[in-house]
Nanobody, 116 residues
Framework: QVQLVESGGGLVQAGDSLRLSCVAS????????MGWFRQAPGREREFVSL????????YYADSVKGRFTISRDNAKNTVYLQMNHLRPEDTAVYYC?????????WGQGTQVTVSS
């Protein structure tokens, strides 16, 4: 069974940084692109960033471009999201996902709260 486990969230002040991690349950997922999404209270889940299976071709939402960096370490089955210059509007639950051949899988999410 596919499992994705996020960690690294927390409460920070505006301008601070956080690094989120998403550990996949097995290495077979390394061939697939993986992404980060977020959902703020009362809002729909929105795309944040995406990275290819080999770690290239990162793609970002306009709202985080230049502040967030996605990367992956396939030896550790882990995808990271480095978040710099955090803003209060970045407050949300952050989820990672992977679109495998059979289904789209999600982690349980990690809360990021940015105070002004």
């Amino acid at each position: 069974q596919v499992q994705l486990v996020e960690s690294g969230g927390g409460l920070v002040q505006a301008g601070d940084s956080l690094r989120l991690s998403c550990v996949a349950s097995d290495s077979t997922l390394n061939r697939y692109a993986m992404g980060w999404f977020r959902q703020a209270p009362g809002r729909e889940r929105e795309f944040v960033s995406l990275i290819s299976g080999r770690g290239g071709s990162p793609y970002y939402a306009d709202s985080v471009k230049g502040r967030f960096t996605i990367s992956r370490d396939n030896a550790k089955n882990t995808v990271y999201l480095q978040m710099n210059h955090l803003r209060p509007e970045d407050t949300a639950v952050y989820y990672c996902n992977v679109a495998r051949w059979d289904a789209l899988y999600w982690g349980q999410g990690t809360q990021v709260t940015v105070s002004s």
